[in-house]
């Protein structure tokens, strides 16, 4: 597949693997407009790649994402305002969720991950990072809000811990540790420049998988958050019913019972 040219992404396949990479280093990754937009297009065609079956998100340099450019916002005359309408209107396209990509999503965190940076944290279907990694909510600490991404948050980890994050602002960081034992992200790699070689690994490990069954499972329980309990498992029923009579559900078993690796239908 031909993908888009990209100023502020770098976009590559290897194997089953599709990699998004952040590449401003030099501003720490923080997303300009362009890089916003650019965004959009990415996912979009990550998603549409048959050959890709998970999706490892990460950064080039020693940050992996740093929000908003606030430079840019600061300098151009435009600032925040060019956001506004989004923000009014909930129209977003620079996570995965907001994209509705149903592959597996990994995050792997290099670095600092700060403010809007968080976006991809809390939009991720699974989440490592390097031993160095540190997280921390800077909104409040130039005059902004803390919302979407910290809302995000606090589904996949205690609420006390994400407050405590918007209100100290810049002036606390959470290790990888800590963000570990929170439930923020799932696996630390250490030593951190074994980062994207554990991304891969993991990556491939989710790509021997049925597409068709991980991307129903994926609606199942995202769309869970949005659903009181019984709710969520009357719309999750309806996922797990709809697989029903897809050539993969035959073949898992067969492949099981001949001791074979399956092959999966890219529908």
Request: glycine fraction near 8%; proline fraction near 4%; hydrophobic fraction near 45%.
């Amino acid at each position: 597949m031909r993908y888009s040219t990209f100023e502020c992404l770098e976009v590559h396949v290897d194997g089953p693997v599709g990699w998004l990479i952040n590449n401003r280093p030099d501003q720490l990754n923080a997303m300009s407009s362009l890089m916003r937009d650019e965004f959009a297009v990415a996912w979009t065609e990550l998603d549409a790649d048959p050959d890709v079956r998970v999706i490892v998100h990460t950064g080039n340099g020693r940050a992996f994402q740093t929000g908003v450019d606030v430079a840019e916002i600061a300098s151009d005359g435009v600032g925040m305002a060019r956001y506004h309408q989004s923000v009014v209107d909930f129209d977003f396209h620079f996570t995965a969720w907001h994209q509705h990509v149903w592959k597996p999503v990994i995050t792997a965190v290099n670095g600092i991950c700060c403010g809007g940076g968080l976006h991809w944290i809390a939009d991720a279907d699974i989440v490592i990072a390097a031993s160095d990694a540190q997280f921390f909510d800077p909104h409040v600490s130039i005059g902004q809000v803390v919302a979407i991404e910290a809302i995000g948050l606090i589904r996949r980890m205690p609420f006390e811990a994400v407050m405590r994050m918007a209100l100290t602002g810049r002036f606390e960081r959470m290790s990888a540790a800590r963000a570990l034992d929170l439930g923020m992200i799932s696996q630390i790699v250490d030593p951190p420049d074994q980062l994207r070689a554990e991304a891969q690994k993991l990556g491939e490990v989710i790509a021997r998988n049925s597409p068709a069954a991980m991307a129903a499972s994926k609606r199942a329980l995202w769309g869970a958050l949005e659903l009181g309990l019984t709710d969520a498992c009357r719309a999750g029923g309806q996922e797990l019913a709809g697989l029903w009579g897809h050539p993969d559900q035959e073949e898992g078993p067969r492949a099981f019972a001949e001791k074979r690796a399956a092959e999966w239908t890219v529908d």
